[in-house]
């Protein structure tokens, strides 16, 4: 008999509400249930969408290797179309596409299976005679695949269309987002720890924690400012900038959140992408849950003014990740702790640590 599927139970009133207990964190029980509920039914970033223009055009990848672990591949079809197939071949499931290319269809290179740029089954080499063969099941599984201004977002089993996780950004944002966002790739940066993934979002969730372990962007925030915002599949964070930092051109009073000239916006999308907004361009940090214990945060950098990159709240990213994840292993070593029963909420700042948690238990 297998054990029961742990449970979480969150008070929606956050004066009362209490954080989830270690075994969130440590349990192999709730990993494999975090895999299955929150991270199948979430959106990730699967990358940019440059390479992939001609009609053919197919990337396979693993999306969250070491979490998922699900083969798939983002392929161009005929009619225009970009699609995300599982890259398991429906007859004894040899990977179909094993790398990077362009064709007018698909084959499996073990037994010579055939498939449309859509997925279909347009036969297999052996199979005459075989009773309904190819039928609608031989087809490569689809899943959900978004593209948002030259980024591409993957969901094996979405909890909400692509459409209402983005519309927060989309309607803060939009009047400075670039239609399509230009990658440097010389700026990206990958980071690795020992801790699991679902800390490193608390973190990332409140700036309650800014003036203790982040003395370089305190001085570039006017912390005592800091706005917060949640929605249905994310939050935001408003960062204030200090006196003389660059801002955000945004309209006046275009922000309900924010109280005073915006130095950074700090969208996170549930459950592993943080969107953050500069003057100088995007800093996406793309969360890659390697296993309970070690997670992979890849910096995405997309720069639209970079005379700004090493100013203001944008500046000094890789000091600031590395505060961070110092705070997130010494709570990974904490949570060992056989007292520990899970904290309240601090009402104001911890609100988007709130909904996540929320979040998770919806989605469990
Ligand atoms: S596994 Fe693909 S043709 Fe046999
Ligand atoms: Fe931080």
Avoid at 12 to 30: E, G, K, N, S
Avoid at 131 to 157: I, M, T
Avoid at 278 to 295: C, D, F, H, K, Q
Avoid at 332 to 343: H, I
Wanted: include cysteine; proline fraction near 8%; charged fraction near 20%.
């Amino acid at each position: 008999m297998s054990a029961p599927k742990p449970e979480l139970a969150i008070d929606p009133d956050i004066t009362r509400a209490r954080m989830p207990p270690a075994a969130l964190y440590r349990d192999p029980a709730w990993w494999k249930a975090l895999c299955d509920g929150p991270l199948a039914r979430g959106w990730h970033c699967l990358g940019v969408a440059d390479g992939l223009e001609a009609v053919g055009a197919a990337r396979p990848l693993v999306l969250l290797p070491g979490a998922l672990d699900e083969p798939v591949v983002v392929v161009r079809g005929g009619d225009g179309e970009l699609r995300l197939l599982a890259n398991a071949c429906t007859h004894r499931a040899h990977l179909v596409v094993e790398q990077a290319g362009c064709g007018r269809a698909l084959r499996c290179s073990y037994h010579g299976r055939g498939f449309a740029l859509d997925g279909r089954c347009t036969g297999a080499p052996g199979f005459e005679g075989v009773a309904g063969f190819p039928g609608a099941e031989d087809a490569l599984a689809r899943y959900a695949l978004a593209e948002w201004r030259g980024l591409l977002f993957g969901s094996l089993a979405p909890e909400a269309p692509w459409r209402e996780v983005i519309a927060p950004v989309e309607e803060r944002a939009a009047p400075f987002l670039p239609a399509r966002w230009r990658h440097d790739a010389t700026l990206d940066q990958t980071f690795e720890f020992d801790g699991h993934f679902a800390l490193y979002v608390e973190n990332y969730l409140e700036g309650l924690h800014i003036p203790f372990i982040h003395p370089g962007l305190n001085a570039r925030l006017d912390w005592k400012q800091y706005g917060y915002a949640s929605f249905a599949h994310g939050t935001l964070q408003v960062g204030v900038a200090a006196a003389g930092e660059p801002t955000l051109p945004l309209p006046a009073g275009h922000l309900d959140t924010a109280r005073g000239p915006v130095g950074a916006l700090y969208f996170w999308l549930f459950p592993t992408t943080m969107v953050n907004l500069y003057p100088w361009g995007l800093s996406l940090n793309v969360i890659e849950p390697l296993g309970p214990a070690r997670t992979r945060v890849r910096f995405l950098a997309f720069v639209e003014r970079p005379e700004l990159h090493d100013r203001g709240a944008g500046s000094g990213l890789v000091q600031v990740e590395l505060e961070d994840e110092r705070a997130v292993l010494q709570v990974m070593k904490g949570l060992a702790a056989r007292a520990y029963r899970g904290g309240r909420y601090v009402p104001h700042a911890e609100q988007g640590v709130h909904a996540f948690h929320r979040m998770l238990a919806r989605t469990l």
